[in-house]
C-alpha cells in the first residue's frame, strides 16, 4: 500500500511570506507527527494528532507555527510571515496508534526562506 | 528537560569492522526505537525496545536497552556498504508516542 506523502516535497519561500505544507498518512493511522529537520541533527518534535485532536503542540516553534487536521486524515503544517530560521527539512509521520508504535515518515518537505 | 543524547557523531569504519553508537536519557524512558535515514532519505524504523535489559538482534545488528531504561545501544557487526546512513535513536517518555530523538551516529563505510 501507500506509504506516508507529503507535499510539495520543496519550498522556497522569501522572508515574510506565508507557506502550507501538506501531509497524507497511511489510511487509517490515528497518530499523526510532526517534525522539523535541521541539516545534520536529529527530528524535533513539532506537534501531534491523534485523529483530528491536537494533543501535544508544545514543539511548535511560535505562535508563527499551526497545524491541522480536521477530518482526522490529512494534515497541513502552516507557517506565517516565515524566517531564515525556518529554513529546515519538514517531516511528516504516521502511527497506527500512539505510544509504542513504530512511526512511518513521509519523505519530507524541504522548506528554503530566502 | 527531555534530551537523549547520543555519541559518537561520526563513525568512519573499513568493511567489515564494527560500529556500535549510544544513547543515554537522563530520565527513564518508556521506550525506546532507532530508526535509520539515508543520505537524502527519510528515517526508517529499525525496532522498538520496551522491557528493562531487552535485548533484540536482527541479523548483523545487536540492540539493547539497559537495566535502568535511561541507555540504549545499536551493534553492527562485520559492517557492509550498504548499512552507510545516520542511525538515530528516539525515546519516548509516556506522553503519547512523542519521540525525542538523539542527534544521530553518521557511519561511513570505506570498502
Known amino acids: 500500500g501507500a506509504g506516508v506523502s507529503q507535499s510539495p516535497r520543496y519550498k522556497v519561500a522569501k522572508r515574510g511570506q506565508d507557506v502550507a505544507l501538506r501531509c497524507d498518512p497511511i489510511?487509517?493511522?490515528?497518530?499523526l507527527f510532526w517534525y522539523q529537520q535541521a541539516l545534520g541533527q536529529g527530528p524535533e518534535f513539532l506537534t501531534y494528532?491523534?485523529?483530528?485532536?491536537?494533543?501535544?503542540k508544545s514543539g511548535l516553534p511560535s505562535d508563527r507555527f499551526f497545524a491541522e487536521r480536521p477530518e482526522g486524515s490529512v494534515s497541513t503544517l502552516k507557517i506565517q510571515r516565515t524566517q531564515q530560521e525556518d529554513s529546515a527539512v519538514y517531516l511528516c509521520?504516521?502511527?497506527?496508534?500512539?505510544?509504542?508504535?513504530?512511526?512511518?515518515f513521509g519523505p519530507g518537505t524541504r522548506l528554503t526562506v530566502t | 528537560g527531555q534530551q537523549v543524547m547520543q555519541i559518537p557523531q561520526y563513525q568512519h569504519v573499513q568493511e567489515g569492522e564494527d560500529f556500535t553508537t549510544y544513547c543515554n536519557s537522563s530520565t527513564t524512558l518508556s521506550n525506546i526505537q532507532w530508526y535509520k535515514q539515508r543520505p537524502g532519505g527519510h528515517p526508517v524504523f529499525l525496532i522498538q525496545l520496551v522491557k528493562s535489559g531487552e535485548v533484540k538482534k536482527q541479523k548483523r545488528l545487536t540492540f539493547q536497552f539497559g537495566e535502568a531504561k535511561k541507555n540504549s545501544s545499536l551493534h553492527i557487526t562485520a559492517t557492509q556498504t550498504t548499512d552507510v546512513g545516520t542511525y538515530f535513536c528516539?525515546?519516548?517518555?509516556?506522553?503519547?508516542?512523542?519521540?525525542?530523538f538523539g542527534q544521530g551516529t553518521e557511519l561511513s563505510v570505506k570498502p
Open positions: 528516539a525515546g519516548t517518555y509516556n506522553q503519547g508516542g512523542k519521540l525525542i
Open positions: 509521520a504516521s502511527s497506527l496508534w500512539t505510544s509504542g508504535y513504530e512511526q512511518y
Open positions: 494528532f491523534q485523529n483530528e485532536a491536537q494533543l501535544d
Open positions: 489510511s487509517g493511522h490515528v497518530s
